[in-house]
């Protein structure tokens, strides 16, 4: 049994498997370390498996694995996992449990919550999950497990979200037959993506491609009738692969397309037709004006969560809203469940190219040019820093030469390189990078809308190794202070793997996205400051093996001068960079949002 999910694993592009032994998954661990393909982690704890499986999945674009040992293992990932799901990432959850001999004793293990009842763990699990599988015994043997292994694999391929199994230590070593292996398992970007109303058998094969096809033709007639109509990519866009066709859906028409924060980078962001990041009353203003005075939306992949969408605000009317989703189309107040952005993509690119070829390119209206204009120009002055009077009014708060937030994201996005894969924390980071567009082929990974603090650190982590099997791409990690407490131990495991990520630790002493929410001088938003340029010494081999480098910036022209070193640009080694950064300074997407948020808790809006 073991052998066959090791199989499965390779068959879907694992390579790498994360987690903590524990005496329930130790002799699956053997399987794993003894195959020549697979490469266990070993993580420093549960939670930062579960991170940096999460981040692995994110950057491999299909499946990712993570071993705990039942209970006390288990429970510890639960929050990491909880983030996939959330965030739809494809991730099996492995949990070796005690034989079922011991089970069906109802003994008092270790690890047990002392009453002898081995389900509670399961049922934790399973609103978190897209599907539950409890590997067991039955009748008839045991023939039957591979398929209960594809059933929940088969799920989390299909869902882009993660998925619960348990592996009772007798199962281990059990044998099952191998024939199910023939058969390839659903790629996340390629599984068909059946709508609920034909797998409750309420509409036929025929009606849906009749619906199909009503749902082309009217998005064709909106289409051409509008006069500024643009492209809104999400985040499950990418998560189900259809991105592609969005590319090509919007080099056909040549209208302006946009992205939310969930979103940035899926699309490249140096196309001429891209708007920037919309984010509702949080986008930069003349964004904001494009979107909301368009006359179509196609949204793909709409995930409109509170931080995604600027606390609620997308100010697009209903009527002029296509939404495009993995389960349902919805055209204004119309609903078609059978139609899937999988199916309807293609056939509408089709339609649209026949439309353009007939009545030209949607040039827009003269307002929609200006707003085009002013939009470029926000953006450009984003990317290039802050303005006269704002810098001005920055070195009168915080000294002159302060690494600010305006003066930090702008500096790093010329620093960036195509194919880079960025990972920013829940916090000023997240915020700072919404408005400086990013080079093609960049990785934007982050936690919008599960929003764990520490999450950056485990994912940089599956990240770095995840890029090492693609060509060693540059992982850059942007961590504050306060949240690098939570998950700094997984450094470590990168300097034992060998990983060279970039880690910004911006240091602005304490909870700083929390202080602009609430709480600016309480004492509950402070944190114990630590010597940053001791960490990646203490974290790697007492002996001096493992080299390091460490850095403490704090002003403009160092930082300017670190990025433009020739040495600190080849990625020889791991490198901390610590940024020492004014308290009371956020990003301006930051500052927006807080007050959004502070609103919708005392329930203002």
């Keep these: 049994m073991s052998l066959y ?7 879907l592009g694992v390579k790498h498997i994360f987690g903590v032994p524990g005496d329930f998954n130790l002799e699956f661990l053997d399987y794993i370390e003894d195959d020549d393909t697979l490469q266990w982690v070993g993580n420093a704890n549960e939670l930062n498996a579960a991170y940096a499986a999460d981040g692995y999945a994110r950057i491999k674009r299909s499946l990712s694995c993570i071993v705990t040992t039942y209970g006390v293992g288990e429970l510890s990932a639960l929050n990491g996992i909880a983030g996939a799901m959330s965030e739809r990432v494809p991730v099996l959850h492995i949990v070796g449990v005690p034989s079922e001999a011991l089970q069906q004793k109802h003994a008092l293990l270790h690890h047990t919550l002392g009453d002898g009842v081995f389900s509670h763990f399961a049922k ?42 348990t592996f009772p230590t007798n199962l281990h070593h059990v044998k099952v037959p191998s024939k199910n292996l023939l058969t390839p398992l659903p790629h996340p970007h390629s ?46 866009a990418e998560r189900f692969g259809v991105e592609g066709e969005v590319e090509k859906l919007v080099t056909a028409t040549g209208v302006k397309f946009f992205t939310t924060p969930m979103a940035k980078g899926v699309l490249d962001e140096s196309h001429e037709s891209f708007g920037g990041v919309y ?51 919805q055209i204004g107040y119309a609903h078609y469940p059978t139609v899937t952005f999988r199916t309807l993509l293609p056939a509408l690119n089709e339609k649209l190219a026949e439309s353009i070829a007939k009545h030209g390119p949607k040039t827009g209206t003269t307002r929609k040019q200006e707003n085009l204009k002013l939009a470029e120009e926000q953006q450009a002055q984003a990317a290039e820093g802050p303005i006269k009077e704002v810098e001005t009014e920055d070195a009168q708060r915080f000294g002159k030469g302060a690494i600010t937030q305006a003066y930090l994201w702008a500096r790093m ?32 990974v982050s936690q919008v809308l599960w929003g764990s603090i520490g999450y950056s650190v485990g994912a940089a982590l599956g990240c770095a190794l995840a890029a090492k ?17 939570l998950t700094l131990q997984e450094i470590g495991t990168m300097i034992r793997h060998e990983l060279n990520p970039y880690i910004f630790v911006l240091n602005n002493d304490g909870y700083e996205i929390e202080r602009c929410i609430h709480g600016p001088t309480r004492g ?29 910036v704090k002003s403009q022209t160092e930082l300017n001068a670190l990025l433009e070193d020739e040495t600190f640009n ?18 301006r997407a930051l500052k927006t949002q807080a007050q959004l948020t502070a609103n919708a808790n005392a329930g203002l809006s």
């Design 5 to 11: 999910l090791i199989e499965r694993l390779k068959q």
């Design 124 to 165: 934790m699990s399973g609103p978190i999950s897209a599907a539950v599988a409890k590997l067991h015994t039955t009748p008839t043997g045991t023939d039957g497990l591979p398929y209960e292994v594809d059933r929940v694999l088969s799920a989390a391929l299909t869902q882009c979200r993660p998925v619960y199994l």
């Design 191 to 236: 599984a068909p993506l059946t709508p609920a109303a034909l797998l409750e058998e309420h509409v036929t094969d025929s009606q849906a491609d009749k619906e199909l096809e009503l749902v082309v033709g009217e998005i064709q007639r909106l289409f051409e009738a509008s006069h500024d109509p643009v492209v809104l990519v999400d985040a499950c």
């Design 279 to 329: 984010v509702g009353a949080n986008s930069l203003p003349a964004v904001r004006e494009l979107v909301e005075k368009s006359d179509l939306v196609l949204a793909v992949g709409a995930l409109k969560s509170d931080f995604n969408s600027g606390s609620f605000s997308w100010g697009v009317e209903v009527k002029h809203i296509v939404e495009l989703h993995s389960t349902h189309t």
């Design 413 to 444: 996005g010329k620093w960036y390189r195509e194919n880079d894969i960025i990972v920013s924390e829940t916090g000023t980071s997240n915020f700072g990078i919404i408005d400086v567009p990013v080079p093609k082929n960049t990785s934007v």
């Design 469 to 485: 099997e693609q060509g060693d791409r540059r992982v850059i990690l942007f961590v504050g202070d306060g949240s690098l407490q």
């Design 524 to 552: 509950y938003n402070n944190i114990q400051p630590y010597n940053h340029q001791l960490l990646l010494q203490a974290l790697s081999n007492p002996d001096g093996s493992q080299p390091t480098k460490s850095y403490k």
């Design 570 to 587: 080849k990625r020889e080694t791991i490198q901390l960079i610590e940024l020492i950064m004014p308290r009371d300074d956020v990003p």
